[in-house]
C-alpha cells in the first residue's frame, strides 16, 4: 500500500493516493516515477521535519514532542512513505508510539500490547519511509550512485492504525487487556462505558491511530479506509473480529490556557493533535476526557513570557461499529487535499489580517 502527498510549491499539499501494497517496488516507483500501480506519479509527502527524529531510547522517546508550534524556519523535506504490516523490527516504534499515548502509565504493558499488534498483522499497518533518498540526491548530482538495485527501509515507524480487540479469551494476552480496561475504569467515571467494556455479549475494539504530530492528516483517510478493509476480510474468514463497538483514545490539550479571556474554573477548551479523532468524537454515544499532569511538558515550542502551558488530556470515544463506519466516511470526505488547501489559505489570510 502506498500514500501520496505532492507538492509542487512549499508548503500546497496537491495530491493524495491510496493503493494496495506493491510487493516488489522499483526504484523508480520509490522515487516517484509515473510507473506506479495506479498509473499515476509517485509518492511523496511533504512536512516539516523540525523535532520528528526518533531517538532509540524507549524513555526519551515516550517525552518527545507531540504538540510543534510552527517555528520561523521552513526547512521541509520530501518523504514517501509506505504502509507495511507490522514486524518484529517494528517492536520498539510501536512501543514508542503507544508510550506516548499511555503517558507514564506504568499499569500497562506495552511491551505485551506491541507483540499482540505485530502477532496478528492480519489487521492495521504501520507507516514507514524509503532510505534511498539521500543516495538519489546524490545521484543527480552526480556525486553517487543515484540507481540502487533495492529498497532499503528507514526501520523507524512513523505511524501505526490498528485494532486491538479486548474480549479476554483467558490466554496469556489477557494481561495487558485487563490493564487496559482498569486504566479506563480509574479514569473514566462512566457507566455507559463501563457497562459495555465489562459486558461479555459485546465485542469493543481499541483503535490505535497513532503518527508523529507532523505527519499530515491526510493519510488518516486511507489507512481507516483499509482497516475496515482488513476486518472485513479477518470476519469473512470467520475470524475473531465482529466488533460491535469501537474505542479511541486520543490525544488531546487545553487550548484555553492561551485565550485572554480564560479564566479559573472554565470547561477545558480541548483541541485534539490528530485533528480526524474529533470527527470520531461527534460520532460517538460515550466521550469522556482526562487530564494527563505532567504530559505539558510534551508541548514544544518558542513559548513567550505571557504564555501558559496547555494541559494535556486524553479523550476517550466509544461508538457503536455502524458510527465507527460511518465516521470514517467523513473522515474521508474532510480531510482531502482541496480542503486541506482551502484550510491552509484561510490560515495565510488571517495571518496577513
Known sequence: MKFSERSSNEGTLHKLDAGEEDESSSDEDVNGSDDNEDGESGDEVIYDDDDS???????????????????????????????????????????????RLFFKEQSIDLGELANWIIGHNYIGSVLKTNS?????????????????????????????????????????????????????????????????????????????????????????????????????????????????????ISKSFDV????????????????????????????????????????EDLIGGSWGPKDKPMPQYRTVSLLTNNKFRAAVDKIATVFTVENMMAMMGNVSDGDQS
Do not use: W
Open 132 to 248: 534511498n533518498e539521500a543516495n538519489d540526491e546524490e545521484g543527480d548530482d552526480g556525486e553517487g550512485e543515484g540507481d540502487n538495485e533495492g529498497t532499503d527501509y528507514d526501520d523507524t515507524v512513523y505511524g501505526i492504525t490498528t485494532v486491538v480487540s479486548l474480549k479476554i479469551t483467558n490466554g496469556k494476552e489477557d494481561g495487558f487487556k485487563k490493564s487496559l480496561v482498569e486504566y479506563l475504569a480509574k479514569n473514566c467515571d462512566r457507566d455507559e462505558l463501563m457497562s459495555v467494556l465489562n459486558n461479555p455479549a459485546k465485542s469493543v475494539g481499541l483503535l490505535l491511530t497513532e503518527r508523529f504530530v507532523n505527519i499530515p492528516p491526510l493519510l488518516a483517510p486511507p489507512m481507516l479506509k483499509c482497516l475496515n478493509k482488513e476486518i472485513d476480510s479477518a470476519k469473512n474468514k470467520k475470524m475473531p473480529y465482529n466488533f460491535t463497538h469501537f474505542l479511541l
Open 256 to 295: 484555553s490556557t492561551q485565550k485572554s479571556e480564560a479564566s479559573e474554573g472554565l470547561p477545558p477548551c480541548l483541541e485534539f493533535i490528530n485533528p480526524e479523532d474529533e470527527v470520531f468524537q461527534q460520532f460517538a454515544d460515550v466521550v469522556v476526557s482526562f487530564l494527563v499532569p505532567g504530559a
Open 53 to 99: 527524529e526518533d531517538s532509540e531510547d524507549e524513555d526519551d522517546m515516550a517525552t518527545e514532542n507531540d504538540v510543534i508550534v510552527p517555528s520561523s524556519s521552513e526547512q521541509q523535506v520530501n518523504v514517501e512513505f509506505e504502509a507495511f504490516p507490522p514486524s518484529d523490527n517494528d517492536f520498539q516504534g510501536i512501543v514508542a508510539l503507544l508510550g
